[in-house]
Every structure is written in structure tokens, then in C-alpha cells.
């Protein structure tokens, strides 16, 4: 298992290397394994393709970072700031390697990291969001619309030369939502 991870590693090495060199699209399975030193066999061994890979850098790199448990307290407790603190977490991700996930975000293609990442987030806002949501029609659709919208910021900031720290995009993100909140309270009156 040690050998099979020091692979894995070592692909994903060259991986992330190449991506600051050139197109993900120009990247080739031969390109990463020449960088690497190893063979076509070891890389299709491990992953199905160049995108597999990518999507697994993220999951390793982001679990190793960020444990989902720490932002679900127990049972009946209700402290507001979990989200906001989870969030954060994951922008001090991607901005701690926003050199690569600048790239990664604009792979596009049936197995994009994009997508990828999109299908891994949808648990954590409809968690989030479950008792907000739990049995409106509509709540599937809002959960989309919000991952939607937190990718494209997550992009868009990750597009700035220089982006902000994560604890300053999200102090202000929350803010605006919850004068958005008490605007929508006020014209519901």
C-alpha cells in the first residue's frame, strides 16, 4: 500500500508540475509519466486517465487538510458559524495551491475537476441547508443554484492576480448574505 501511494504521489508531483508549464489539454499521459520516470502501465494501474488524477489530487490534498467533522457538531446543536468556518477551510485550500486550482477549475471535458467538484460539495451545502430546506419543492434547485454560484466565485477569485485571504472573502460573503437575509425578512413583513 506504501509503494502504491508513493506512485500515486509521484504522478500527481508531475501532474501538478506540468500543469504550471503548459494546457491541461496539451498534457498527455506519456508527458506525466516522462516526468515522473515511470511507465504508461504504472499510470493506468492507479487512474483511468489524466482527469482521474487530477480529481484525485484534490481529494487526497482536501482530506488531508480539511475534516468534514469538525464542522458537524452534534446532534440539535445549532451554532451558525460551522458553515462559515467550513467554507473558509476549503478557500484556505485552494489558496494555499491556487496555482494549480486556478488551472484545474478551467479543465473542461466529461470528467472535469469543475464537475468533479461540484458533485463533492452538493452534500455538504444540502447538510447545511437541510432545515432550512427539508421538503420545500424548490430545495434541490436552490442547493444547485448555491453550489453554482459558490464555484463561479471560487473561480473568479481564484482568476484575480491578487486574491484576497480566505477569512477576508468570507467575513465580507457573509455579510452581504445576511444584509440580504433581513432585506428579504423586512419586504416579507
Given at each position: 500500500?506504501?509503494?502504491?501511494?508513493?506512485?500515486?504521489?509521484?504522478?500527481?508531483?508531475?501532474?501538478?508540475?506540468?500543469?504550471?508549464?503548459?494546457?491541461?489539454?496539451?498534457?498527455?499521459?506519456?508527458?506525466?509519466?516522462?516526468?515522473?520516470?515511470?511507465?504508461?502501465?504504472?499510470?493506468?494501474?492507479?487512474?483511468?486517465?489524466?482527469?482521474?488524477?487530477?480529481?484525485?489530487?484534490?481529494?487526497?490534498?482536501?482530506?488531508?487538510?480539511?475534516?468534514?467533522?469538525?464542522?458537524?457538531?452534534?446532534?440539535?446543536?445549532?451554532?451558525?458559524?460551522?458553515?462559515?468556518?467550513?467554507?473558509?477551510?476549503?478557500?484556505?485550500?485552494?489558496?494555499?495551491?491556487?496555482?494549480?486550482?486556478?488551472?484545474?477549475?478551467?479543465?473542461?471535458?466529461?470528467?472535469?475537476?469543475?464537475?468533479?467538484?461540484?458533485?463533492?460539495?452538493?452534500?455538504?451545502?444540502?447538510?447545511?441547508?437541510?432545515?432550512?430546506?427539508?421538503?420545500?419543492?424548490?430545495?434541490?434547485?436552490?442547493?444547485?443554484?448555491?453550489?453554482?454560484?459558490?464555484?463561479?466565485?471560487?473561480?473568479?477569485?481564484?482568476?484575480?492576480?491578487?486574491?484576497?485571504?480566505?477569512?477576508?472573502?468570507?467575513?465580507?460573503?457573509?455579510e452581504m448574505s445576511i444584509?440580504?437575509?433581513?432585506?428579504?425578512?423586512?419586504?416579507?413583513?
Amino acid at each position: 500500500m506504501a509503494g502504491s501511494n508513493i506512485t500515486k504521489n509521484a504522478l500527481a508531483q508531475a501532474m501538478k508540475e506540468l500543469m504550471l508549464e503548459k494546457k491541461f489539454e496539451k498534457i498527455s499521459v506519456t508527458d506525466i509519466c516522462n516526468q515522473c520516470g515511470m511507465n504508461r502501465k504504472s499510470f493506468y494501474y492507479h487512474f483511468r486517465d489524466k482527469y482521474d488524477l487530477v480529481n484525485w489530487i484534490f481529494y487526497v490534498g482536501f482530506m488531508d487538510h480539511v475534516s468534514l467533522g469538525d464542522y458537524q457538531g452534534d446532534e440539535g446543536e445549532n451554532n451558525p458559524d460551522r458553515p462559515w468556518k467550513l467554507l473558509t477551510a476549503v478557500l484556505d485550500y485552494f489558496y494555499e495551491d491556487r496555482a494549480f486550482y486556478k488551472k484545474a477549475l478551467m479543465i473542461e471535458g466529461q470528467n472535469s475537476f469543475r464537475d468533479y467538484f461540484h458533485d463533492a460539495v452538493i452534500p455538504v451545502f444540502q447538510y447545511f441547508l437541510f432545515d432550512v430546506l427539508d421538503g420545500e419543492d424548490y430545495a434541490d434547485m436552490f442547493v444547485m443554484m448555491i453550489c453554482d454560484a459558490f464555484i463561479d466565485a471560487l473561480v473568479r477569485w481564484l482568476q484575480s492576480d491578487e486574491p484576497e485571504r480566505p477569512e477576508e472573502l468570507i467575513s465580507g460573503i457573509k455579510e452581504m448574505s445576511i444584509r440580504l437575509a433581513n432585506k428579504i425578512v423586512q419586504e416579507n413583513k
